[in-house]
Structure formats: structure tokens, C-alpha cells
């Protein structure tokens, strides 16, 4: 006898209604509970979608070969939603048009051999298959994308929220003079944004002159020694950088030339990546929930291949202080 949703509901001890929401919408269920539910599903072999979906129970997922390595915790949410929902992944990591990669994926797409479509990041060549699978009635859903499309569903983090988390966490700390190390990542200039306008809403400005861009050719550790330490008396009190992996290259720039952080300097990334929280010193960040986006791209995913319509979910990041500013 199939297991149902009853028996779910039993042996993870909540409601019927928590497991449905579990996997229809997964960010109003706490995380504890939601893996709880997960594991119980996976243990009895419960399919939530079971009968509903297409012939077809592959799913084709889609990633740029620039992925950095926190991305592969994305790819590790949705393969645990596909093997909530009883789908296989194909995982295809593209360069462009002329890689080989893009080629079997266009293939797939149109000659419909996938039930759906799930894309990692976003830029022009992904966009192509995306277009040609609404084009094929494929249903697509779209992780961390730049912009939204119409008829194609979306899972992005707030990224405002990410960089008012941080102007408010400098404000409190009463740092007034900061600088910015961002880069040319346009899925990350949200954050840069409101970062600056919540500050100035304090009457906090950030002059021009504190304001550094990588270029994408830079080593952060060059730029750092013929950009900043150049100034070295004229630094600002904090330096907030766009990501982790900028903020781990200053700090390790500044921990060479024996400026000493926070004492001399604080700093400040985003995303939480593993390294961290265990730089020397624990990195000030904002956890980025990239498991939870991921699962949340293949739970949507396996709705709209019922019928279901497109959604655009939003999550949250999360604050975690630690000892760099």
C-alpha cells in the first residue's frame, strides 16, 4: 500500500495542512520541521506529486561553469526535492552558445526528452534555453535570477535585505566612515544599493573616492596592495565587501601588510560561505539560505509540472556577527 500524506503527517508528528505546506510552500513551515517532514517522506518512499506530473520524469538543471563552490549546496536542495518527488536531474554546466553542453541541453529542450527546467544563476545563453523551453510548453523555474520573466517561475534571496542587514548592523555600531569593495556580479548590486541608501538615510555618506570595483580580470590581493594600501593613513574605519570571497582576499591582503582587523579596520562580506567563519579573525557576513533556494526551485518546479501556475518566492538572508567589525 502506496504511503500517504496521512501517514506523513503521523510519524512526523504535525498536521496534515504542515505537510502539505512543507512542499507547496515550503517557506511558511520552520526549517527543523520541514527536514523533519523530509526525512520522513524519503524514509516511507511518499511521492507529493505522484500521478500528476508528465510522462517524462526528468528534470534538466542548468549551471554556468563560473559556479563557486557555495553554489553546489543550491544543486544539493534541489536533488533532495527531486528525490522527494520521484525525478531524475540531468545537470549540464554550460559555457555559451558554443559549448558542447549548451548544445545537448538545446537538444533536450527541443525535442521535449525533459519534464521541466530548472537554471543556476542567469545571463543571456541561459535566458536562450529558458525562451526555448516556454516556447516547447516546458515548465522552467529560475534560481537566483536577474529579473523575472512571465510564465517562468523564480526563487531569489532579497538582496535588499541583505544590504540594509548590514548598513543597519554598521549604524548600530556607530561606524561612520566606510568604504565599498564590490565588483561587476550585476545579481549582487541590490545589495550595494540599498546598503548605501539606508545609510544615507542616517546622513552617513559614502564619497566616491571610498567606492573600489573590481574589474573581473583583478586578483583581490593585487587590487587591495595598488588600491587602498597605497592610502594606507587615509583608510576608512570598516570596509564592506559585496561577497565573502572579496572580504577573505582583504583580509587576507591586510593580515600580510600587519593591518590588523577589526583593531585597525573592520570588515564585512555577505553569503557565509564555509570559509567564513573560520578566517582568522570569524567573518561578519549574511548566511544566504542557498540549500533552501535550491529546494524551493525543484518544490516549485514539481507544482507547475501538475498544472500549476508560476510563482516568484522571495527568501531571506540572515545576519550572523562574528568578530570582523
Known amino acids: ?60 538543471v542548468i549551471g554556468m561553469r563560473s559556479f563557486s563552490t557555495f553554489h553546489l ?9 527531486n528525490d522527494l518527488c520521484n525525478l531524475e536531474m540531468i545537470f549540464q554546466m554550460i559555457t555559451d552558445e558554443t559549448d558542447a553542453g549548451y548544445t545537448y541541453a538545446y537538444s533536450l529542450l527541443e525535442n521535449k526528452q525533459v519534464a521541466g527546467l530548472i537554471t543556476i544563476l542567469d545571463c543571456a545563453t541561459i535566458r536562450s534555453l529558458v525562451n526555448l523551453a516556454v516556447t516547447n510548453n516546458i515548465p522552467v523555474v529560475m534560481c537566483a535570477p536577474i529579473n523575472t520573466q512571465e510564465n517562468v517561475g523564480s526563487v531569489i534571496t532579497d538582496n535588499h535585505a541583505c544590504g540594509k542587514l548590514l548598513a543597519d548592523l554598521y549604524i548600530r555600531k556607530g561606524v561612520r566612515s566606510i568604504g565599498i569593495i564590490t565588483d561587476q556580479n550585476p545579481s549582487c548590486i541590490n545589495r550595494l544599493i540599498t546598503f548605501r541608501e539606508t545609510l544615507l538615510s542616517r546622513q552617513i555618506v559614502i564619497p566616491e573616492r571610498a567606492v573600489w570595483q573590481l574589474t573581473n580580470s583583478s586578483s583581490v590581493c593585487t587590487y587591495v596592495e595598488q588600491h587602498l594600501l597605497s592610502q594606507k593613513q587615509n583608510l576608512p574605519k570598516a570596509l564592506f565587501c559585496i561577497n565573502d570571497e572579496i572580504a577573505l582576499g582583504v583580509l587576507q591582503t591586510f593580515t600580510k601588510h600587519g593591518i590588523s582587523v577589526p583593531t585597525d579596520i573592520g570588515l564585512t562580506g555577505c553569503d557565509d560561505i564555509p570559509a567564513a567563519h573560520i578566517a582568522n579573525p570569524p567573518l561578519t557576513t549574511i548566511s544566504i539560505p542557498f540549500y533552501e533556494n535550491g529546494l524551493q526551485t525543484a518544490l516549485l518546479l514539481s507544482r507547475m509540472m501538475t498544472g500549476m501556475p508560476a510563482e516568484h518566492l522571495v527568501l531571506t538572508g540572515k545576519l550572523i556577527e562574528r568578530d570582523s567589525l
Open 1 to 60: 500500500m502506496k504511503p500517504t500524506i496521512k501517514d506523513v503527517a503521523r510519524l512526523s508528528q504535525v498536521a496534515i495542512s504542515t505537510v502539505s505546506l512543507a512542499f507547496n510552500q515550503p517557506e511558511r513551515v520552520a526549517d527543523l520541521t520541514k527536514k523533519r517532514i523530509y526525512a520522513v517522506a524519503q524514509e516511507l518512499g511518499y511521492t507529493p506529486f505522484a500521478g500528476k506530473s508528465k510522462q517524462h520524469s526528468n528534470v534538466l
Open 73 to 81: 549546496r543550491i544543486v544539493q536542495g534541489i536533488q533532495q526535492a
